[in-house]
Antibody, heavy 122, light 108 residues
Framework: VQLLESGGGLVQPGGSLRLSCVVS??????????MGWIRQAPGKGLEWVSG?????????YYADSVKGRFTISRDNSKNTVYLQMGTLRAEDTAVYFC?????????????WGQGALVTVSS | EIVLTQSPATLSLSPGERATFSCRAS??????LGWYQHKPGQAPRLLIY???NRATGVPARFSGSGSGTDFTLTISSLEPEDFAVYYC??????????FGQGTRLEIK
């Protein structure tokens, strides 16, 4: 299973950005994967940002630090998960990793992408 | 929110030695805890889930133990490729999911 993030870049404070993560792999049943986004700010540790369940009923989950500003979604026809980021702040600057697991709930992260750098600066 | 505290912050050991990492939770997690290895510029790697289950492809020198609030990751005999940062992560009573602050394993 491979994950490939895209959409990172430089954005001004208050701006928006959408990250995409395409998941591929032989025999992949993407619709059954729980997916998440985890970030790492410069010189800091890992911080969970958001998650989305797989299966028949989709649920979304957010860290308090991004609730109301970020939206996670998925398009199972494209094997893709998105993170729409709005009202960006300097403290959102980080490498954003897409991660997932073959189970409905995104509680562990078996597979990871290489990360997308988001820089919020004027 | 559950807080995970890892110790020590840095561990200095030589290849062949045994490494022990500690993760303490602010409340009971049952066994809902994972461990990850992270090398600079790479994606993190899941090592252990459910406190003691090795993820697919993880060598047998890695083992996890513990329950409740105290958990341990042990590397029985360090290989050169094991030097990295190690994080614990809980999945009990979420969201939010939280990670510990990490333990850096460096070559002595």
């Amino acid at each position: 299973v491979q994950l490939l993030e895209s959409g990172g870049g430089l954005v001004q404070p208050g701006g928006s950005l959408r990250l995409s993560c395409v998941v591929s792999g032989y025999g992949l049943m993407f619709d059954r994967y729980g997916m998440g986004w985890i970030r790492q700010a410069p010189g800091k540790g890992l911080e969970w940002v958001s998650g989305i369940s797989g299966g028949d009923t989709i649920s979304t989950y957010y860290a308090d630090s991004v609730k109301g500003r970020f939206t996670i979604s998925r398009d199972n026809s494209k094997n893709t998960v998105y993170l729409q980021m709005g009202t960006l702040r300097a403290e959102d600057t980080a490498v954003y990793f897409c991660a997932g697991r073959p189970g409905a709930l995104p509680v562990y992260f078996d597979y990871w992408g290489q990360g997308a750098l988001v820089t919020v600066s004027s | 929110e559950i807080v995970l505290t890892q110790s020590p912050a840095t561990l200095s050991l030589s290849p062949g030695e045994r490494a022990t990492f500690s993760c303490r939770a602010s409340q009971s997690l049952s066994n809902c805890l994972g461990w990850y290895q992270h090398k600079p510029g790479q994606a993190p790697r899941l090592l252990i889930y459910g406190a003691s289950n090795r993820a697919t492809g993880v060598p047998a020198r890695f083992s996890g133990s513990g329950s409740g609030t105290d958990f341990t990751l042990t590397i029985s005999s360090l290989e050169p490729e094991d030097f990295a940062v190690y994080y614990c992560q809980h999945c009990n009573n979420w969201p939010p999911i939280t990670f510990g602050q990490g333990t850096r394993l460096e070559i002595k």
